[in-house]
């Protein structure tokens, strides 16, 4: 394992999370748009879901592509390149005409964006101890919980006041600013190829054994449910507190930001949460706040219930992932690159499910009895993941 003086790891992570933060925001910032994309192309809410469904699908089959390269080719470099792409494909969204244009555009950025998180949670784990990881990974998590905050937010206050175009715009700035930067610190640094690193096809060919081993199907597995459970029904949040809550959708996506200040609180205070209830225990209390706020979500009256929803959901959620992540890092240390990726494969392809399953339930307007399933079925995951942990 090389290691970095601790000021080069706190260069290196500062950079990471201003990619990890465009990138997730680039990921939610569809989702407070979905009525005002439903109404400006004449189609149902269900329909306009497609943007984010979109996203998730590519996103989830890029993974097995950049697992690989990012391996053979450096992980650093191969994210530098993918946050250039990222800025790209931003900028040709927003010149979008027609809903299809829409949605093939943010299949273009969710092929680049997979390239982001992934492989910085991987470079991550080849350079920090696994005793530190937990909290590292945390650092970094921080900026792309901020990151979502940011997009839910602004997506909802373009959507609301300048149009939807403009959030896309903004998204390409930022994305070229963290692409600069990042070839920049390349620039300053010899990032030779591994002499011993698998050829790239040879990589390929390792996935299929990595998914051969029983532990890393397992990870998979519950990586998957997890995706389809959770993020599924978080793509339809800001529209049950627009339909149900009676909240503009600005305030709806402002509201949703609550999420992103539970894994905010998580984040800061990673290491005495892991100290008081170790990793077992993150799970198990996280499944009980995720599920209690998705009920509360569900069948909630009052717009205060709404928020204290999203913050237990988000605070849980963090909780129950960042221990998936931690153990998506060791898994397979001597294909790390490949090993996250397929995590995050998992976790995207598990969303794209949710999302194209929610979609039914909001045309039917079934949102609370859709949210209340999953609550179950969180709660019978939490089971599962608590048996897997601990043993790395």
Same mark, same amino acid.
């Given at each position: 394992?090389?290691?970095?003086?601790?000021?080069?790891?706190?260069?290196?992570?500062?950079?990471?999370?201003?990619?990890?933060?465009?990138?997730?925001?680039?990921?939610?910032?569809?989702?407070?748009?979905?009525?005002?994309?439903?109404?400006?192309?004449?189609?149902?809410?269900?329909?306009?879901?497609?943007?984010?469904?979109?996203?998730? $699908?590519?996103?989830?089959?890029?993974?097995?592509?950049?697992?690989?390269?990012?391996?053979?080719?450096?992980?650093?470099?191969? $994210?530098?390149?993918?946050?250039?792409?990222?800025?790209?494909?931003?900028?040709?969204?927003?010149?979008?005409?027609?809903?299809?244009?829409?949605?093939?555009?943010?299949?273009?950025?969710?092929?680049?964006?997979?390239?982001?998180?992934?492989?910085?949670?991987?470079?991550?784990?080849?350079?920090?101890?696994?005793?530190?990881?937990?909290?590292?990974?945390?650092?970094?998590?921080?900026?792309?919980?901020?990151?979502?905050?940011?997009?839910?937010?602004?997506?909802?206050?373009?959507?609301?006041?300048?149009?939807?175009?403009?959030?896309?715009?903004?998204?390409?700035?930022?994305?070229? $600013?963290?692409?600069?930067?990042?070839?920049?610190?390349?620039?300053?640094?010899?990032?030779?190829?591994?002499?011993?690193?698998?050829?790239?096809?040879?990589?390929?060919?390792?996935?299929?054994?990595?998914?051969?081993?029983?532990?890393?199907?397992?990870?998979?597995?519950?990586?998957?449910?997890?995706?389809?459970?959770?993020?599924?029904?978080?793509?339809?949040?800001?529209?049950?507190?627009?339909?149900?809550?009676?909240?503009?959708? $600005?305030?709806?996506?402002?509201?949703?930001?609550?999420?992103?200040?539970?894994?905010?609180?998580?984040?800061?205070?990673?290491?005495?949460?892991?100290?008081?209830?170790?990793?077992?225990?993150?799970?198990?209390?996280?499944?009980?706040?995720?599920?209690?706020?998705?009920?509360?979500?569900?069948w909630g009256t009052l717009p205060w219930m709404g928020m204290l929803a999203c913050g237990m959901a988000g605070l849980g959620f963090y909780m129950l992932h960042n221990t998936l992540q931690v153990q998506a890092t060791q898994m397979a240390p001597a294909a790390r690159g490949t090993a996250v990726t397929l995590f995050a494969s998992s976790l995207f392809f598990g969303q794209s499910t949710g999302v194209l399953l929610m979609a039914q339930s909001v045309d039917m307007g079934w949102l609370a009895y859709a949210f209340s399933a999953a609550a179950a079925g969180v709660i019978v995951l939490g089971v599962v993941v608590s048996r897997l942990v601990g043993r790395h």
């Open positions: 394992m090389t290691t970095l003086s601790p000021a080069q790891e706190r260069q290196h992570l500062q950079l990471l999370g201003l990619a990890g933060f465009a990138s997730m925001a680039s990921m939610r910032i569809c989702d407070p748009m979905l009525v005002v994309l439903s109404d400006e192309f004449q189609v149902s809410t269900g329909d306009a879901s497609a943007v984010v469904s979109a996203y998730a $699908v590519v996103y989830s089959i890029s993974q097995l592509f950049y697992g690989p390269m990012g391996d053979r080719f450096g992980k650093l470099r191969v $994210v530098s390149l993918a946050v250039l792409a990222c800025a790209l494909f931003s900028a040709i969204t927003a010149l979008s005409f027609s809903l299809p244009m829409l949605v093939v555009m943010r299949g273009f950025m969710g092929a680049a964006a997979a390239g982001v998180i992934p492989l910085s949670m991987a470079w991550v784990g080849d350079r920090v101890p696994y005793e530190r990881r937990q909290e590292t990974l945390a650092k970094l998590m921080s900026a792309t919980v901020i990151g979502m905050m940011g997009g839910l937010w602004f997506g909802g206050f373009t959507a609301d006041t300048l149009g939807w175009r403009g959030a896309f715009v903004v998204l390409a700035i930022l994305f070229a $600013v963290a692409a600069g930067l990042l070839l920049k610190l390349l620039r300053g640094q010899a990032l030779p190829m591994s002499a011993d690193a698998p050829g790239v096809w040879a990589s390929f060919r390792n996935t299929g054994q990595l998914l051969a081993t029983p532990r890393v199907r397992w990870v998979l597995g519950v990586t998957a449910t997890e995706g389809a459970l959770v993020f599924g029904a978080m793509a339809f949040m800001p529209t049950h507190l627009h339909q149900h809550y009676g909240l503009s959708v $600005v305030a709806a996506g402002s509201v949703m930001m609550l999420y992103g200040v539970g894994g905010l609180l998580y984040s800061q205070m990673a290491r005495r949460w892991l100290a008081w209830l170790g990793e077992r225990g993150l799970v198990k209390t996280g499944v009980g706040l995720v599920a209690s706020g998705m009920l509360l979500l569900a």
